[in-house]
Nanobody
């Protein structure tokens, strides 16, 4: 499975961005999907995940109420709508696909990763 993340950029605090992750697999609907981020000098952090069917979503506490993860299985695309952005959201954002959905909050659960897209939030 090849994943291509896009939509990052520079935005002022309080602004919004929509990240997309296009998957090559026709079996996109067989994978749980997640977004992670990595800020300079820090480890990879879980942001949000969605199960195969799209009916269950999970968020890290710091983004709840501001970010929304969704998927379009017909288009093999994952999304992350980010609103009310803060400078601390600045990071490279990665999408990832997991065959096993037991621990979608852990990067170890994921089998495939995209290349990352930079999000920079200025104060």
């Amino acid at each position: 499975v090849q994943l291509q993340a896009s939509g990052g950029g520079l935005v002022q605090a309080g602004g919004s961005l929509l990240l997309s992750c296009a998957a090559s697999a026709r079996t996109f609907s067989n994978y749980g999907m997640g977004w992670f981020r990595q800020a300079p000098g820090k480890g990879r952090e879980f942001v949000a995940a969605v199960k195969r069917s799209g009916d269950r979503t999970y968020y890290t506490y710091s983004v709840k109420g501001r970010f929304t993860i969704s998927r379009d299985n017909a288009m093999s695309t994952l999304y992350l709508q980010m609103n009310s952005l803060k400078p601390e959201d600045t990071a490279v954002y990665y999408c990832a696909a997991a065959q096993n959905e037991m621990h979608l909050g852990s990067p170890d659960e994921y089998d495939y990763w995209g290349q990352g897209t930079q999000v920079t939030v200025s104060s």
